[in-house]
């Protein structure tokens, strides 16, 4: 089956610095990489997403990169807030109601 | 993206007891997927809800422990059964839409087992 690995697990950066999370899936039929957000208490809110026939996608101060060939995507945030403290999983998946397989999460911290 | 709602968003229960979570949507749906999401952890299936079939459970999860039922579109319900402190822990559903293979959680329902 497919396995997510995410790093890193916490990030600490001060505002207005950009963050990077990584991951990396292990099955080539992978086709959807969904990014989630989710603040303490809440549910995971979906923040962007790329499909496998797009190698980058951009939302504001959000943008996502996907490389098929080293099976790694990535997500980018610009300008980073405290508001964007939470904890981030990726998730990777072939669609079609098969399962989801996420990664550990990653915890950043936005220093004010 | 879907409204979804669950019940009760918490609950506190005696080990040995079991406790039933409701999962409503808004607009049908064909698969509803129940998950779990222990303390500062990943989300972690344990399954795939299908209207007018047996669920799926992933390895590690039984029908015993966690019967779910799908009478609807728009319904499902998790039960966990018999409930020791190792199942304090959140619960969240989540429903797939076709159009777009994006899954949308629930606000979850968090389970402390005394």
């Known amino acids: 089956g497919e396995n997510v690995e995410q790093h890193p697990s916490t990030l600490s950066v001060q505002e207005g610095d950009s963050a990077v999370i990584k991951c990396t899936y292990s099955?080539?039929?992978?086709?959807?990489f969904p990014w989630y957000k989710q603040e303490l208490g809440k549910r995971p809110q979906l923040i962007i997403d790329i499909r496998s026939n797009v190698g980058e996608k951009k939302d504001q101060r959000i943008a996502v990169t996907l490389n098929k060939t080293a099976k790694h995507f990535s997500l980018h945030i610009t300008e980073t807030q405290p508001e964007d403290s939470a904890v981030y999983f990726c998730a990777a998946y072939r669609g079609g109601y098969q399962k989801v397989t996420f990664g550990i999460g990653t915890k950043l911290q936005v220093i004010p | 993206s879907a409204v979804i709602s669950q019940k009760p968003s918490r609950d506190i229960c005696q080990r040995g007891t079991s406790l039933t979570i409701q999962c409503q949507v808004d607009s049908q749906v064909t698969m509803m997927f129940w998950y779990r999401q222990q303390p500062g952890q990943s989300l972690t299936l344990i399954a795939t809800?299908?209207?007018?079939?047996?669920?799926?459970?992933e390895s590690g999860f039984v029908i015993d422990k966690f019967p779910i039922s799908r009478p609807n579109l728009t319904f499902s319900t998790l039960t966990v059964s018999n409930m020791s402190p190792e199942d304090s822990s959140i619960y969240l559903c989540?429903?797939?839409?076709?159009?777009?293979?994006?899954?949308?959680f629930g606000p979850g329902t968090r389970l402390t087992v005394l």
């Open positions: 809800a299908n209207q007018g079939s047996e669920a799926t459970y």
């Open positions: 989540s429903v797939e839409y076709s159009s777009t293979d994006t899954q949308y």
């Open positions: 099955d080539s039929a992978s086709n959807y």
